[in-house]
């Protein structure tokens, strides 16, 4: 059994959030309670391509100095049976304050306002 092999809730496991290059966790309350919620809305398993990121694996993919992710407020995800922007539309309806929307990927997070964005 690997350290973040703990299930947080029905539909997540905690290594599922953690950093790829340190394997440090750190999750935001209201960002499992809104995956949670959204995974009941779209009745299909969420996978989260990126979670919590460290300073150094936010560096090396690029994200902004002050990322989500870096404060365990920030997802990223995709559904395979769900196109992105019909995903990004039911994670508004789950509550999620930041939502950008990529090719691939949707970018969840829960910021204290409203931002929606295409990357």
């Not at 150094?56 to 995709?78: C, L, Q, T």
């Not at 395979?80 to 922007?85: D, F, L």
């Not at 910021?111 to 990357?119: F, T």
Request: net charge positive; charged share 25%; proline share 6%.
């Amino acid at each position: 059994m690997e350290i973040n092999d703990i299930k947080i809730a029905k539909y997540f496991s905690l290594n599922e959030f953690q950093c790829p290059c340190c394997k440090c966790v750190m999750i935001h309350p209201e960002l499992l309670k809104r995956l949670i919620s959204l995974r009941q809305k779209v009745h299909c398993a969420i996978y989260i391509n990126s979670g919590y990121r460290c300073k150094k694996e936010n560096d090396k993919v690029g994200g902004v100095p002050n990322s989500y992710h870096r404060y365990g407020m920030a997802a990223d995800i995709f559904v395979r049976e769900i196109p992105p922007p019909d995903l990004a539309t039911y994670a508004d309806i789950a509550g999620f304050n930041g939502i950008g929307l990529y090719n691939s990927f949707v970018h969840v997070d829960v910021r204290p306002i409203k931002d929606h964005w295409k990357g």
